[in-house]
């Protein structure tokens, strides 16, 4: 089982960057497909971006071009880079960690304002 907390949210200004991390502990971390999703009030949860064990990544539209994922398997930590944020990206940003046996873990959010 895997506990999944995030940092690095906070007020940015539009066109400025912030790092997210995600912390797992837990065992067998390199296994998961790791994820980040967004949450606007009152909007469903979506995906922004993710990858895999082995390294392959995947963006929504959205997104592709100024953000980026990535994750160390040493430390248990997977991140997403955003740079060029807007105020569309403001949300609360959530940490996923899935495995094809159904096993599906959440952080509790980290929240991303983009305002002058």
């Known amino acids: 089982q895997l506990q999944l907390v995030e940092s690095g949210g906070g007020l940015v200004q539009p066109g400025g960057s912030l790092r997210l991390s995600c912390a797992a502990s837990g065992s067998r971390f390199s296994i998961y497909v790791l994820g980040w999703y967004r949450q606007d009030p009152g909007k469903q949860r979506a995906l922004v971006a993710s990858?895999?064990?082995?390294?392959?990544?995947n963006y929504a539209d959205s997104v592709k071009g100024r953000f980026t994922i990535s994750r160390d398997n040493a430390k248990n930590t997977v991140y997403l880079e955003m740079n060029s944020l807007k105020p569309e990206d403001t949300a609360v940003y959530y940490c996923?960690?899935?495995?094809?046996?159904?096993?599906?873990?959440w952080g509790k959010g980290t929240l991303v304002t983009v305002s002058p």
């Open positions: 990858i895999t064990g082995s390294g392959i990544t």
């Open positions: 996923n960690a899935q495995y094809f046996n159904g096993e599906d873990y």
